[in-house]
């Protein structure tokens, strides 16, 4: 009985061990593998990390708005009467001595320095209000004009290309609004005339 209960028991221990073989080998594998990884981490220790990955760009900023453009410089008080005097001529039948007595004043107001001789402002006057009395101007044209003429007045010491150049504006406003080629070149000669007689005057 006692030999047969050892035989058995041996039966057991040798089955036991058939059976943890495939165990033991699989937990040496692992055992293997962890020590592979452990010792490549080990070599990988003193290099530097992986760079994380680029964050995506920041929308960027709306532009500011462009500053605004200064505001236009407001015309002299002169040139706002001869702007309003001008515009007071709606017909021929506004043509008067004192409608042309106004816009002279205006002239020698606008002129800050040399004025130009009476007989040339009375033939300007004149030959301005026949031109533009009765015809269609915007404010826009009629500021210019004005302006204008503002420069011719005040052009003693100015180029006179640029003396040229703003008659040429003068007889363009004038064509643009309808008015005839006659009385656009009586303006404009009455300016160049102008132009020249303040050229020949000493100024302060």
């Known amino acids: 009985m006692k030999k047969l209960i050892a035989v058995f028991m041996a039966l057991v221990l040798v089955g036991g061990k058939a059976f943890a073989g495939p165990e033991i080998i699989v937990k040496q594998r692992a055992k293997d593998?962890?020590?592979?990884?452990?010792?490549?981490?080990?070599?990988?220790?003193?290099?530097?990390?992986?760079?994380?990955?680029?964050?995506?760009?920041?929308?960027?900023?709306?532009?500011a708005p462009p500053p605004s453009a200064p505001a236009a410089p407001l015309p002299p008080l002169s040139l706002t009467h001869l702007v309003s005097d001008l515009a007071a001529l709606k017909s021929k039948a506004d043509i008067t001595p004192e409608s042309k007595l106004r816009l002279v004043?205006?002239?020698?107001?606008?002129?800050?320095?040399?004025?130009?001789?009476?007989?040339?402002?009375?033939?300007?006057?004149?030959?301005?209000?026949?031109?533009?009395?009765g015809k269609e101007m915007s404010a826009a044209q009629r500021s210019r004009l004005c302006w204008d003429l503002h420069a011719v007045l005040n052009s003693a010491d100015t180029a006179q290309a640029d003396v040229d150049n703003t008659i040429s504006s003068v007889q363009a406003v004038l064509q643009m609004c309808g008015v005839a080629r006659a009385e656009t070149l009586a303006v404009a000669n009455d300016l160049k005339?102008?132009?020249a007689e303040l050229k020949q005057k000493p100024t302060k």
Do not use: W
């Open 193 to 195: 005339t102008v132009a």
């Open 33 to 63: 593998l962890r020590d592979r990884l452990n010792a490549q981490q080990a070599a990988e220790a003193g290099q530097p990390a992986p760079a994380a990955p680029a964050k995506p760009a920041a929308p960027a900023a709306p532009a």
């Open 105 to 133: 004043k205006d002239f020698n107001a606008a002129a800050k320095g040399p004025k130009p001789a009476a007989a040339i402002s009375d033939k300007l006057a004149d030959d301005l209000a026949q031109a533009v009395a």
